[in-house]
Antibody, heavy 112, light 112 residues
Framework: EVQLVESGGGLIQPGGSLRLSCAASGFTVSSNYMSWVRQAPGKGLEWVSVIYSGGSTYYADSVKGRFTISRDNSKNTLYLQMNSLRAEDTAVYYC??????WGQGTLVTVSS | QSVLTQPPSASGTPGQRVTISCSGSSSNIGSNYVYWYQQLPGTAPKLLIYRNNQRPSGVPDRFSGSKSGTSASLAISGLRSEDEADYYCAAWDDSLSGPNVVFGGGTKLTVL
């Protein structure tokens, strides 16, 4: 059974950094394309980033240069390193496999 | 403002058939598959339709998807109270800055 469990969210001040993790089971992260999608409170879904099985990465313009997606094949885990955080980055962050299977999300709140 | 356009709301009575539209462009819906998601309050999005009209196992055949040109639609027949949720369409977009996923703004379905 495919399972995705995000962690690492929390309250962080503007300008701070946070690393989100997405522990996967039931499949191999490196064999799929993996995405991060976020949802601000009361808002719709917004795609953040993707990493392909070959290692190529792409980002939404809103996070380019500040966020980095990566994976650790030995831990079968996906990451999202978030730097220079802004209030508008406040959202629930979901990881997704091939846009099929989604985790339960982790809340990131950027506030002073 | 979302790249894909959905009506903000839709409604129907139990047993009715409702459709939700999703309009895009040649760079997204016109050249890539469409996905549909159901999101119940406080939960992660759940995949309903992939590759325009395919249902994952476990999704009732009351849900169906279609695509024509740069538009797509989700149909729900035999509407039930538990179908009350937010529905999102999504598609990959072949932008100049690289592939990215675009979402509709979401449609809140009310079962009267």
């Amino acid at each position: 059974e495919v399972q995705l469990v995000e962690s690492g969210g929390g309250l962080i001040q503007p300008g701070g950094s946070l690393r989100l993790s997405c522990a996967a089971s039931g499949f191999t992260v490196s064999s799929n394309y993996m995405s991060w999608v976020r949802q601000a409170p009361g808002k719709g879904l917004e795609w953040v980033s993707v990493i392909y099985s070959g290692g190529s990465t792409y980002y939404a313009d809103s996070v380019k240069g500040r966020f980095t997606i990566s994976r650790d094949n030995s831990k079968n885990t996906l990451y999202l390193q978030m730097n220079s955080l802004r209030a508008e980055d406040t959202a629930v962050y979901y990881c997704a496999r091939d846009l099929y299977d989604w985790g339960q999300g982790t809340l990131v709140t950027v506030s002073s | 403002q979302s790249v894909l356009t959905q009506p903000p709301s839709a409604s129907g009575t139990p047993g009715q058939r409702v459709t939700i539209s999703c309009s895009g462009s040649s760079s997204n819906i016109g050249s890539n598959y469409v996905y549909w998601y159901q999101q119940l309050p406080g939960t992660a999005p759940k995949l309903l339709i992939y590759r325009n009209n395919q249902r994952p196992s476990g999704v009732p055949d009351r849900f169906s998807g279609s695509k024509s040109g740069t538009s797509a639609s989700l149909a729900i027949s035999g509407l039930r109270s538990e179908d009350e949720a937010d529905y999102y369409c999504a598609a990959w977009d072949d932008s100049l800055s690289g592939p990215n996923v675009v979402f509709g703004g979401g449609t809140k379905l009310t079962v009267l």
